[in-house]
């Protein structure tokens, strides 16, 4: 079965720090790759996503995140985070092959401080 | 673009009742729907995957007589809470994906709370 891991609960940075957020996860097979992003009182938001190719992606607002497959690890990045950035983050998983349902990471909370 | 709605994006209802929550793809069609369900700061669980035209698939301890799923149309499937109670109080998202592509759709999302 699959299963996401995200290791941090809770993210406190200030504004323009630096933001890595881990993800990894257990699957035997070939995965997509997802981050989404669920501001408060919102809906989830793609922030973006890996199927293959280039390992490296960017996303909407100036977030990236690198798949290590050997790591089974897909962390998200962003280089200087804003009050804004303020929110939900959840990374997620489903088989290779569409249509299939995902699997979330329990989330991370990203507080920014001024 | 690839939207997708949910009706109602809130509702309250009494102990017993039950509750019909509507999950349209309004500019794609979709074999497939997903439905999710969010506790309060906690992540979003999968209870079943809804297929146009066939019985729903349900995850491992969902109530299948609890929540009954109906994908009548490719652009809309409904989940209705039987006789719901205050545990059943929660965030209920759907999402829908076109067809053989990767991505996901998901809807705003309907919070339902049991009183």
């Known amino acids: 079965a699959q299963s996401v891991s995200q290791h941090n609960h809770h993210v406190i940075l200030s504004e323009a720090a630096s933001l890595e957020l881990g993800c990894n996860y257990s699957?035997?097979?070939?995965?997509?790759l997802f981050w989404y992003v669920q501001y408060p009182g919102q809906h989830l938001q793609l922030l973006l996503k890996?199927?293959?190719?280039?390992?490296l992606v960017k996303g909407i607002k100036g977030f990236e995140a690198e798949f290590i497959k050997s790591k089974f690890s897909f962390n998200l990045r962003k280089p200087s985070v804003q009050w804004s950035d303020t929110a939900e983050y959840f990374c997620?998983?489903?088989?290779?092959?569409?249509?299939?349902?995902?699997?979330f990471g329990k989330g991370t909370r990203l507080s920014v401080i001024a | 673009g690839a939207v997708v709605s949910q009706h109602p994006s809130w509702v309250i209802c009494k102990s017993g009742t039950s509750v019909k929550i509507e999950c349209r793809s309004l500019?794609?069609?979709?074999?497939?729907m997903f439905w999710y369900r969010q506790f309060p700061k906690q992540s979003l669980m999968l209870m079943a995957t809804s297929n146009e035209g066939s019985k729903a698939t349900y995850e491992q301890g969902v109530e299948k007589d609890k929540f009954l799923i109906n994908h009548a149309s490719l652009t809309l499937s409904t989940l209705t809470v039987t006789s719901a109670h205050p545990e059943d109080s929660s965030f209920y998202i759907c999402?829908?994906?076109?067809?053989?592509?990767?991505?996901?759709?998901f809807g705003p999302g309907t919070r339902l709370t049991v009183t």
């Open positions: 699957y035997g097979g070939t995965v997509n």
């Open positions: 890996y199927f293959s190719g280039d390992p």
């Open positions: 999402s829908a994906g076109k067809p053989a592509a990767y991505e996901q759709y």
């Open positions: 500019d794609f069609q979709a074999t497939t």
């Open positions: 997620a998983v489903n088989a290779l092959g569409g249509n299939t349902p995902l699997v």
